[in-house]
């Protein structure tokens, strides 16, 4: 049996033994770095918090009040809302096409929805492992 050896491989962190990655958002005006977000197969989109959005440039700051995203005013080119179930319920999310981030230092274009909240959790999902190719398990059929 073959034995893979993956040059940025770290085992599971923090108390409850999370896999978390490191994570950097690309924007025009700047970007958004989180050492802990957590590597989340069950979500669908990578999800980061709105003010990564705005921190970036992706998102304009007229578009994040108060932790609220005010409906009404113009969407950047390429997003849209969108309903996003959760595992705390049902919210509305902006959703912003091909964004360009990296994972552990690797460059990939995902989807990403970006939550009003400013502090939730920054979540690598299902779009950006299959994206990745080289996890170390088979995710052929995902997302299908």
């Known amino acids: 049996m073959a034995i893979v050896t ?39 989109l990578v999800q980061l918090p709105g003010s990564a959005g705005v921190t970036t440039g992706l998102l304009p700051l007229a578009i994040l009040v108060g932790g609220v995203f005010v409906g009404g005013l113009p969407l950047p080119s390429g997003s ?8 705390g319920g049902s919210i509305t999310m902006l959703l912003l096409s091909s ?19 400013g502090t939730s959790r920054p979540l690598v999902g299902r779009n950006a492992i299959v994206a990745l190719n080289n996890v170390g398990f088979d995710a052929t059929n995902w997302l299908l």
């Open 99 to 117: 964004v360009p981030i990296e994972v552990e230092g690797i460059a990939i274009n995902v989807d990403v929805v970006f939550h009003p909240n």
């Open 6 to 44: 993956y040059l940025k491989s770290k085992g599971y962190t923090g108390p409850r033994k999370q896999p978390l990655a490191d994570l950097l958002l690309h924007g025009p005006t700047g970007s958004f770095s989180t050492a802990g977000a957590l590597v989340d197969s069950g979500a669908d």
């Open 80 to 87: 849209k809302w969108v309903a996003v179930t959760t595992v």
